[in-house]
């Protein structure tokens, strides 16, 4: 398989540690390079424009989106706007590396119907509903409403977990992280 086409996509519901596992995967393969994806959210802490996201306009999103521009694209919550660029998919090939693409279920699976041979869905489940509230919870970056909404998409997206390649339970991040690595191993060697 050629390296210039291969993605490697993780998706979970929010909360369920695939941001984590990604930065784990994305430090132990040298062949990885992450997707900034576009986003209209403020952004957070320290998030940096153009590693963390591509923090842009709702206008300039939708600008993307007349110009055909977006691999794929979600409004992932009410209002606010995701998606991962072709331009980003592209720079990253032409570096020589691999995108690794942390996206919602949705998004996940409009990714693999387009590159069904060389994109790896790997879906990464949280122990419970309940487990991922707290967890959401810990990390303080919610307002109830947000938390609410995150919670209740969460138990939504579980039930789509059979449409991806592969399936990691984080009941204990370590084991979870292995359990990626050794997927991602395979996926390279390919
Ligand atoms: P957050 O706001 O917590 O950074 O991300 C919210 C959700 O949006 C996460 O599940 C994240 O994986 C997802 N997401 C980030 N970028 C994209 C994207 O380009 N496309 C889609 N469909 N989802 C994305």
New binding site residues.
Partial sequence: MPISNKILI?????GAG??SITHRLMHTFTQLAF?V???T?QA?GN?QHGK??YFISPDDFKKHIQHNE?V???M??EG?Y????KSELQRIWDAGKIPV????????I?VKQQYPDTALTIFIVPPSVDVLKKRLESRG?ETTESLAA?VNKASYEISFKDHFDKQILNDNLEHACEAAITIVQAFLAK
């Avoid at 995701?82 to 660029?85: I, K, Q, V, W």
């Avoid at 693409?101 to 996940?108: E, H, T």
């Fill in positions: 993780i998706t979970a519901p929010s695939k941001t997707s994806s576009a986003a959210r957070r998030e963390d996201y977006f794929e694209w979600e992932v919550y606010k995701y998606g991962t660029l693409l942390d996206i919602d279920v949705k998004g996940a409009h970056t995150r």
